[in-house]
């Protein structure tokens, strides 16, 4: 069976989008692997003139000597400067790709939180968002470079010794197997031991902390039989390793060595050949410099190639990811005219199809009303409240707050209109404004305080040397003073509704009790959602809801 054939559409637009917005990296780009290719070709030619010269009987002119020397430096100094700007378009392009995939992040449903574990969804962002950069810098664009430069030193080999030429031809695909041969198993020799080291790794702990039982059930041996193991595996795989590694370099010099014998014995040899291989000592010294060069691009491709394999992969999943389907974004809709604050009519919705959490739930609620929802566990209390939020939309029924489908309302108005307490605060790195702005820059600093005075926190702020100002950090406060930063935060922008999750799930009943004060405050005038047996029996008044 065929895998399917990714789409790669948006990271190519996101690669023409990079380059486009960075013309003059291109250009610079193309200009410096061109010149590095060139200027690298060049010196062998310049001593084959130098050698020329002494053979004729004749002084090395300066100049020649000179060009020479500086030809090497320029060479050098372009191959540096060109695998910078390989860095540098390589990163340009993955900085762009990374943007692209925060944006999608957040124009992802929630039901894709659902079924993407966080870790997978991580990796996408760090391992795969490298591999991209691999596949440029050390891929690709290396590749392409170094094609021009083994395609500069047949050309020239052919243009000085045409017999060569037509040998090196004829061998280049033959080594190039050869290197990849090499290479491959030497990456297999090192994924091995890699893998073993691993298991050592795993091995050791694994021991320590069964070390109890492994002495009452007397499995020492076998512990040590598994731990040997292991080592034996690492240690093949070093051995596989080197013995690569050791031996590809005596083989590729033996082969170029045979090319020089068979190059000379052939120039000399006074047969029919000679016309072929005929050539000056000039030449000659020039052609025997080619031919060591030939051999690094050819190792540098087998390389590139293998790493555009594996960034192949990352690139997949990156694909994958750019083309799942979007939220789609709110219609402008008009808010139907009702009295009631919410209205759930016959809603059906479940996260997997097929297995309802809420079925047929209808109930409203006045603006200004408290009301508890109780049951069991897993019986879709919290679901009602992403729901509420827009998260997800119900596969049958219809919601309503103030009048609005909850996917209709826009990000900005969320805020406006409801504000969430949950189990525990979630801090963000910044200071304690920022903790209850968000950044939001609108919010003013009056704003703030007014939030933090109904919560009852004003003067715990107020009594910090930097107040506002201080960086946020989970020790200024104790567990009940962040679930009142938390009421803070939801209520900074006066929300309509207040959604509390188990708000005080994680306190004690002292600290309990300062949370119901603040929650008293800040519930004042709005509608009012709880999640929370404990409170519901403690404000025996409010409407309770039940689920089953
Ligand atoms: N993101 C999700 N994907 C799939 N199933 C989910 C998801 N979130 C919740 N569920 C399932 O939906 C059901 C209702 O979950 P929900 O969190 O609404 O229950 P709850 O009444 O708030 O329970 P608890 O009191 O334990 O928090 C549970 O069976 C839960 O396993």
Aim: charged content about 20%; hydrophobic content about 45%; glycine content about 6%.
């Amino acid at each position: 069976m065929h895998a399917k054939r990714a789409d790669y559409t948006p990271v190519k637009a996101s690669v023409k989008a990079s380059l486009e917005a960075h013309p003059q990296a291109v250009v610079v780009l193309i200009a410096l692997i061109t010149a590095s290719v060139v200027t690298s070709l060049l010196p062998p030619l310049v001593l084959k003139e130098v050698i020329n010269s002494l053979t004729a009987g004749q002084a090395i002119p300066f100049t020649l000597a000179g060009l020479y020397l500086f030809l090497v430096v320029v060479a050098d100094l372009f191959e540096t400067a060109q695998n910078s700007a390989i860095t540098i378009f390589g990163q340009k392009i993955t900085h762009g790709l990374r943007s692209v995939l925060c944006a999608k992040l957040d124009r992802l449903p929630a039901t894709y939180f659902t079924t993407h574990p966080a870790g997978r969804i991580t990796s996408v962002f760090v391992n795969d968002g490298d591999t991209i950069d691999t596949l440029y810098s050390d891929g690709v664009v290396g590749m392409l470079a170094d094609s021009f430069k083994l395609i500069g030193i047949l050309f020239i080999i052919f243009h000085e010794c045409p017999g060569l030429g037509i040998l090196l031809v004829i061998l280049t695909p033959f080594l190039f197997v050869l290197t990849r041969h090499f290479q491959r198993s030497t990456l297999s020799a090192q994924r091995d031991n890699r893998q073993a080291i691993g298991r050592v790794s795993n091995h050791v702990p694994e021991t320590i902390r069964n070390i109890r039982m492994i002495h009452v059930l007397g499995k020492e041996r076998y512990m040590e039989d598994r731990y040997d193991t292991y080592i034996s595996e690492s240690y093949t795989a070093v051995n596989r390793s080197n013995f690569y590694d050791g031996i590809y370099s005596p083989i590729i010099k033996t082969i170029q060595t045979a090319v020089v014998a068979v190059m000379m014995i052939a120039a000399v040899s006074g047969l029919e050949l000679q016309s072929l291989f005929g050539l000056s000592v000039g030449s000659a010294v020039a052609v025997i410099a080619y031919v060591a060069k030939i051999f690094t691009p050819i190792e540098n491709i087998g390389m590139e190639l293998q790493n555009i394999q594996t960034a192949i992969a990352g690139l997949r999943h990156i694909s994958e990811f750019l083309n799942e389907p979007e939220l789609v974004p709110p219609a402008p809709a008009r808010p139907v005219q009702e009295d009631a604050a919410i209205v759930f009519d016959d809603v059906t919705f479940g996260y997997v199809p097929d297995q309802p959490v809420l079925q047929h739930l209808s109930f409203t609620i006045a603006p200004g009303e408290h009301v508890f929802f109780l049951g069991r566990s897993g019986a879709g209390k919290s679901t009602i409240f992403r729901l509420l939020l827009g998260l997800y939309t119900p596969q049958g029924g219809s919601i309503r707050l103030f009048g609005r489908a909850p996917e209709t309302i826009t990000a900005r108005e969320k805020r406006q209109l409801y504000g969430c307490v949950e189990q525990d605060f979630k801090p963000v790195v910044g200071t304690l404004r920022e903790q209850i702005t968000l950044f939001d820059a609108a919010i003013t600093d009056t704003a703030v305080w007014e939030a933090l005075r109904l919560a009852r926190l004003e003067g715990v702020v107020r009594g910090l040397p930097k107040g506002l100002d201080t960086d946020m950090s989970l020790s200024l406060f104790s567990r009940g003073q962040l679930q009142l930063l938390s009421i803070a935060r939801a209520i900074v922008l006066s929300p309509k509704v207040l959604l509390l999750d188990e708000i005080t799930a994680n306190v004690d009943s002292q600290t309990e009790q300062d949370v119901l004060q603040a929650l008293a405050a800040a519930a004042e005038g709005r509608t009012v959602l709880s999640i929370s047996h404990r409170l519901s029996t403690l404000m025996k008044d409010k409407r309770k809801i039940h689920l089953t």
